[in-house]
């Protein structure tokens, strides 16, 4: 079975405080030994000297095991806090799934 990789991109809303930020990135940071079959998770501002984010504030990169860890992850209650959230205060959202 094939690694996948989970890319989400987020343009927060202009009225966003720092807090929800905040509270976002710490979700995140929660999911590795929470929700099963999470390898890894990147997560953060852009850093890239390119200029190419369009608009896009934060973005976070989860390494599943396999496409069975992805689909437990999806409805997984401590996922659901950080989709609820996002989902509240996003302009835009990209999700974009990579197998290895």
Same mark, same amino acid.
């Given at each position: 079975?094939?690694?996948?990789? #989970?890319?989400?991109?987020?343009?927060?809303?202009?009225?966003?405080? $720092?807090?929800?930020?905040?509270?976002?990135? $710490?979700? $995140?940071?929660?999911?590795?030994?929470?929700?099963?079959?999470?390898?890894?998770?990147?997560?953060? &501002?852009?850093?890239?000297?390119?200029?190419?984010?369009?608009?896009?504030?934060?973005?976070?990169?989860?390494?599943?095991?396999?496409?069975?860890?992805?689909?437990?992850?999806? &409805? #997984?209650?401590?996922?659901?806090?950080?989709?609820?959230?996002?989902?509240?205060?996003?302009?835009?959202?990209?999700?974009?799934?990579?197998? $290895?």
């Amino acid at each position: 079975m094939a690694e996948i990789t #989970h890319v989400v991109l987020v343009q927060w809303r202009a009225d966003v405080p $720092a807090e929800v930020k905040e509270q976002a990135r $710490a979700s $995140a940071r929660g999911f590795v030994g929470v929700i099963p079959g999470t390898v890894s998770v990147v997560e953060g &501002p852009s850093v890239s000297p390119e200029g190419l984010e369009q608009g896009f504030d934060y973005g976070l990169v989860i390494r599943f095991a396999d496409a069975a860890a992805r689909d437990g992850y999806l &409805p #997984h209650p401590v996922h659901r806090v950080l989709a609820d959230l996002i989902g509240a205060h996003a302009e835009r959202v990209v999700v974009y799934d990579i197998e $290895a």
